[in-house]
C-alpha cells in the first residue's frame, strides 16, 4: 500500500493537518491523543502497522486535531472545543466523506463523544481507545486524576518534555526496544515545546463532557487496557456505562498507545464492517504448507519479545504473496525445550520455497537476530500437507 502524504484543509482560521489511507468504503476518522504530530508517529512501525490494518477494511482519514500537532497551533494551549466537529468537517468534506466512524484514543476521544452527539448524520458510530469524557478527579468522578498527581505530571511535563521519557508510560510493553525513546522524544519536540505541552495538558484537566454522554445516540465500542497507568480502566468502564448500548472490550495491557494487536485490530474491524477478516473463510486461500518456527526467550525479555512479534514480525511476514496466516502459541505441557512457536501457512510448497530464497525473507532473519538473535534459541521446520 503507499505510504500517505500529509496534506491541508482549511477550517475557519486554521490549517488542519490530515493524511489518507487505503480506498473504503467504509470510511474511518482516526484521531490520536494530544501528543500527536502525525509524520513523525507514521516513522514508528507499530503505529504504522495500526494505520495500515485499519486501512485494510476501510478508508482512514488520519488528522492532528487543532493545537496539536502539525495543525494549526491555538495561543496558550487552550483546547479551542467549538471548533472540535468544524475541523472534522472540514477533513471529511476535503476528501468528499458524507459519514464516517470515529477511531479516538486518549483525549480525542472528547472530541468524537461530541462530534457523535451533535451530528449523527455524519457520526455513523465511534470507537474509544483509551480514551475519557473527564481526566481530573472530581467530587463525583473518584475514577479522575486525583490533584497531587496533576501538579506531579505537570511539573513533569515541563522538566522532561522532549526527552522521551514519557515513552515509558505510554508504551510499557515495548519503550525499552531500541530506538523508541529517542522517536517518542522526536514526536514531542515537533508537536510542542515543553510550555506549551504543559498548558495542553492543564486545559485538558478543565475540559469534562459528561453531560453530553446520554445525547450519544450512535453505536459506540469503548476499548481499554486494563494496566493502563496514565488513564485507568474507570475512565473507560464510566463512558460504557453512560453511553447507552455501548458495548466495552477490557483488554489485558498496560499500553496506551493504540498497537496492532490482533484482538484489538479484530475488535474495531468486526465493530465497523460487522465481520473479521479472519472469520471471512470464502475469502481464504487454501494452503497446503505449514512452516514453524520455536524459540525460547530469558523471561525478563519475553514481553518485549512477545510485542515485537504480533506487532511487527508477523504482520511483515504475512505481507509475502501467498502468506496466508500467522499464529502463534506457548507451550503448556510437554518436554519441548521451546516455549514458544509460530505457525505459518503458506499457500502451496513453491512459494513456500521461494519466500526461503526470497529477500523479504532476508529481512525477517536480519531483524530477528538485530533484536534477539544473541538472546534467543530457535528452530524451524516446515510441513507440507498429505492429507486430505
Known amino acids: 500500500m503507499e505510504r500517505a502524504s500529509t496534506q491541508y484543509v482549511r477550517s475557519g482560521d486554521a490549517d488542519i493537518a490530515y ?10 476518522v482516526l484521531v490520536y491523543d494530544w501528543g500527536s504530530h502525525i509524520e513523525t508517529l507514521a516513522e514508528q512501525p507499530f503505529l504504522d502497522e495500526f494505520l495500515l490494518s485499519l486501512a485494510r477494511f476501510s478508508r482512514v ?7 496539536i500537532g502539525m495543525s494549526r497551533a491555538v495561543v496558550g494551549g487552550v483546547i479551542p472545543v467549538e471548533s472540535w466537529v468544524d475541523d472534522l468537517e472540514a477533513v471529511m468534506d476535503a476528501v468528499g466523506s458524507d459519514e464516517a466512524t470515529i477511531v479516538a484514543q486518549g483525549h480525542a476521544a472528547q472530541m468524537a463523544i461530541v462530534a457523535a452527539a451533535t451530528h449523527p448524520e455524519r457520526v455513523t458510530s465511534i470507537v474509544l481507545i483509551n480514551g475519557f469524557a473527564r481526566f481530573a478527579r472530581a467530587d463525583d468522578y473518584p475514577v479522575g486524576m486525583p490533584p497531587r ?5 505537570a511539573r513533569q511535563i515541563e522538566l522532561q518534555w522532549g526527552t522521551g521519557a514519557f515513552a515509558t508510560l505510554l508504551g510499557r510493553s515495548l519503550a525499552d526496544r531500541p530506538g523508541v525513546v529517542e522517536w517518542w ?6 508537536g510542542a515545546t515543553p510550555g506549551l505541552a504543559r498548558a495542553r495538558f492543564e486545559s485538558i484537566l478543565e475540559l469534562d463532557v459528561r453531560d453530553v454522554l446520554p445525547l450519544v445516540d450512535v453505536p459506540t465500542l469503548v476499548i481499554h487496557n486494563r494496566h493502563n497507568e496514565l488513564v485507568r480502566v474507570g475512565h473507560g468502564r464510566y463512558l460504557a456505562e453512560h453511553i447507552a448500548g ?3 472490550l477490557e483488554r489485558d495491557s498496560a499500553d496506551h498507545w493504540p ?8 475488535a474495531v474491524e468486526e ?12 475469502e481464504r486461500v487454501l494452503a497446503t504448507v505449514l512452516f514453524i518456527v520455536k524459540a525460547t526467550i530469558p523471561r525478563k525479555k519475553e514481553t518485549a519479545f512477545n510485542r515485537w512479534y504480533n506487532d511487527k514480525h508477523c504482520p511483515q511476514f504475512l505481507r509475502y504473496p501467498g502468506a496466508v496466516s500467522a499464529r502463534r502459541y506457548k507451550a503448556i505441557m510437554g518436554e519441548d525445550k521451546f516455549r514458544y512457536m509460530a505457525v505459518y501457512e503458506i499457500q502451496d510448497e513453491k512459494t513456500f520455497r521461494a519466500l526461503m530464497k526470497s529477500g523479504h525473507m532476508k529481512a525477517l532473519r536480519r531483524d530477528y ?3 534477539f538473535g544473541k538472546v534467543s534459541e530457535r528452530a524451524r521446520f516446515a510441513y507440507t500437507q498429505v492429507w486430505p
Open 369 to 371: 537476530d538485530r533484536w
Open 61 to 67: 482519514l488520519w488528522f492532528d486535531m487543532r493545537g
Open 19 to 28: 493524511r489518507v489511507s487505503g480506498t473504503g468504503p467504509p470510511d474511518v
Open 271 to 282: 465493530f465497523v464492517t460487522g465481520s473479521r477478516s479472519e472469520l471471512r473463510h470464502e
Open 149 to 153: 498527581v496533576q501538579r506531579v505530571y
Open 185 to 190: 522524544g522526536r514526536v514531542e519536540r515537533y
Open 246 to 248: 455501548a458495548k466495552l
Open 259 to 266: 498497537l496492532p494487536d490482533v484482538d484489538l485490530v479484530g
